[in-house]
């Protein structure tokens, strides 16, 4: 029983075009992440939605823009793909409210995006 | 601002031996400090986490870690390897704002020779 899933897990296009991610948990959590891992293996979180709401938007070019239809999905949509946007992007999960837990995210699987 | 710094890129032990990551931190007041692990090809696993109390903490899969706040450095230990720990791991800082995010290092390879 999957807890935080994500779709595609490859994802294969070409420069220009606009693709989505999606990303869904059944944690029950209210707190979800994009994170961007790089061909460096370097981390690096984009966005948080807690409860829906916007809380963390980090320097991403505004080609990318997240929408949470409710606190169990967070979608990735990108626009105009480059070259530069390859790498895997992880979707995490987390419950907001407790000192310390707050914290402990959970993440998805990955999918590796290649732009060629 | 929270940084984390791995200084290991890779480690090579024998299965069987003792491991040692390291991880340091910068960060001015207690930190929430995290340990995961990604195998090839997958998310990241959560191993163990250090809120406050014991600074002695046990995770998963036998690894364990002790966070020394005078050294600023929270290391992960695993008395004896086996070859399936192959993987690369990740520490973690949570940032102390409102945001809830992890400021992760740059991560250690390890590799386990047969």
């Known amino acids: 029983d999957t807890a935080v899933s994500q779709t595609p897990k490859y994802l294969v296009t070409q420069m220009g075009n606009d693709k989505s991610i999606k990303c869904e948990q059944n944690?029950?959590?209210?707190?979800m992440y994009w994170y961007k891992q790089d061909s460096k293996k370097f981390l690096k979180i984009m966005f948080s939605?807690?409860?829906?709401?916007?809380?963390i938007n980090e320097t991403v070019p505004n080609r990318f823009s997240p929408k949470s239809p409710d606190k169990a999905h967070l979608n990735l949509h990108i626009n105009s793909l480059e070259l530069g946007d390859s790498a895997v992007y992880f979707c995490?999960?987390?419950?907001?409210?407790?000192?310390?837990?707050?914290?402990?995210?959970?993440f998805g699987p990955g999918t590796r995006l290649t732009v060629t | 601002a929270q940084s984390v710094t791995q200084p290991d890129i890779h480690i090579t032990v024998s299965e069987g031996a003792s491991l040692e990551l390291r991880c340091n931190y910068s960060y001015g007041a207690t930190p929430y400090l995290f340990w995961y692990v990604q195998s090839p090809g997958q998310g990241l696993q959560l191993l163990l986490k250090y809120f406050s109390g014991d600074t002695l903490v046990q995770g998963i899969k036998g690894f364990e870690a002790e966070f020394k706040r005078s050294q600023s450095s929270f290391n992960l230990r695993k008395p004896s390897v086996h070859w399936s720990d192959a993987a690369e791991y990740f520490c973690?800082?949570?940032?102390?704002?409102?945001?809830?995010?992890?400021?992760f290092g740059s991560g250690t390879r390890l590799l386990v020779r047969p």
């Open positions: 939605y807690n409860n829906k709401e916007l809380i």
């Open positions: 944690l029950g959590h209210d707190t």
């Open positions: 973690a800082v949570g940032a102390r704002d409102s945001s809830y995010k992890l400021i």
């Open positions: 995490a999960s987390s419950q907001v409210g407790t000192v310390g837990l707050s914290y402990e995210q959970y």
